[in-house]
């Protein structure tokens, strides 16, 4: 069976600072991974996917995510936030038809 | 290009009525995926469905939850006997194909009240 943890239902950054959520899978066959970004009120926008080509994966609004076999894990990063980056982000893991999310990381911004 | 549609946005149904969801994909996509977010929880898979064929309804509820895709229109999620724990917001989503890779574009939701 797959899952997935995200580690920190919140995390806060000033604007500016480097962004980082953390998300760690189980899969017992090559995994698909993907970040997802949901805005309040809205559908989930996918950010980036890793499809078993290159390891560092980059995605739109300047973030990007490294699959790391060895510790099982699959982090977002942004080096500078922006305001705007304020929202809930979802990992997502697959190698079926369903996605399999994280229970989700809330992302401050403060100014 | 027209994303992923769901109508409505908003529903309030007391309990015993019956709750109908519909997505459209997007232009040239026939899969569709149904998911639902509880508060403060991740989406959970549902249904996926091709046209006129359920391919996996491993999420779905035994009872009163059902999904269709007909050859013409929209998929439909259907709550038949709404309880107060159906209240949630139900995504679909589409894709172009049934592959893993294949990017899963999702809608905007349906929020669903149950009083």
């Known amino acids: 069976a797959q899952s997935v943890t995200q580690l920190g239902s919140h995390v806060s950054v000033s604007e500016g600072a480097l962004v980082l959520l953390r998300c760690n899978y189980s899969?017992?066959?090559?995994?698909?991974l993907f970040w997802y970004v949901q805005y309040p009120n809205q559908g989930l926008q996918l950010l980036l996917k890793?499809?078993?080509?290159?390891?560092l994966v980059k995605g739109i609004n300047g973030f990007e995510a490294e699959f790391k076999k060895s510790e099982t894990s699959f982090h977002l990063t942004k080096p500078s936030a922006h305001m705007s980056d304020a929202a809930e982000y979802f990992c997502a893991v697959t190698n079926t038809d369903k996605l399999i999310f994280g229970t989700g990381t809330r992302l401050q911004v403060f100014p | 290009n027209a994303g992923v549609m769901q109508n409505p946005r908003h529903l309030v149904r007391r309990r015993g009525q019956e709750a109908r969801l519909r997505c459209s994909p997007m232009?040239?996509?026939?899969?569709v995926y149904w998911y639902r977010q509880l508060p403060e929880e991740g989406l959970k898979f549902m249904v996926y469905?091709?046209?006129?064929?359920?391919?996996?309804e491993s999420g779905m509820p035994k009872e009163r939850f059902s999904a269709e895709f007909p050859k013409e229109g929209p998929s439909i999620l259907r709550i038949q006997q709404v309880v107060r724990g159906d209240s949630a917001a139900y995504f679909c989503a589409s894709s172009a194909g049934q592959r893993s890779t294949d990017t899963q574009y999702f809608g905007p939701g349906t929020r669903l009240t149950v009083l």
């Open positions: 469905l091709q046209k006129e064929n359920i391919i996996d």
């Open positions: 232009k040239g996509h026939s899969h």
């Open positions: 890793y499809t078993s080509a290159a390891t």
């Open positions: 899969s017992s066959v090559p995994p698909y």
